[in-house]
């Protein structure tokens, strides 16, 4: 999925136990490097990321992470760090208690490019999991 220049790709949406855990590239394919480019847990207390299950049910993300930054919900509610173009990084996200009968989500994040301001929602749609 690509969106203003932004570009995520899922790598795997995996199921362990109760969690669901995704795992992605986020691409800067701008010209110029996105300075303080920021991956959002949380905005003023409510979680902002999150699956939704091919069942319609919402889970909030608990762990978003870009490169070797985390954010989770009991600590930092973000990452930040500086998108050079055309260089991929990893990043990861994990929801918690979502159902045993779960085939595929859709992942929602919330992001800060760093450019011009603004907050933006990036969806990529219909993930299937695998065990």
């Given amino acids: 999925m690509e969106q203003d220049r932004l570009r995520v790709d899922i790598d795997t949406c995996k199921k362990a ?3 669901v855990i995704c795992t ?11 300075a303080n480019f920021e991956l ?9 990321s999150y699956l939704i299950d091919n069942l319609g049910n919402q889970y909030p993300a608990t762990v978003l992470k870009l490169g070797s930054h985390v954010a989770e919900n009991n600590a930092h509610h973000s990452t930040r760090l500086t998108l050079e173009p055309d260089l991929p990084v990893k990043g990861s996200l994990i ?5 045993r009968e ?13 450019i011009g301001g603004g907050w933006h929602r990036i969806t990529v749609r219909n993930v299937p999991l695998t065990d």
């Fill in 17 to 19: 136990h109760d969690e």
């Fill in 24 to 34: 992605f590239l986020v691409t800067n394919r701008r010209e110029a490097p996105i």
């Fill in 40 to 48: 959002t847990l949380t905005s003023n207390g409510s979680v902002v």
């Fill in 95 to 99: 929801a918690s208690k979502v159902l």
């Fill in 102 to 114: 779960v085939s595929n989500v859709s992942l929602s994040l919330v992001y800060f490019d760093g």
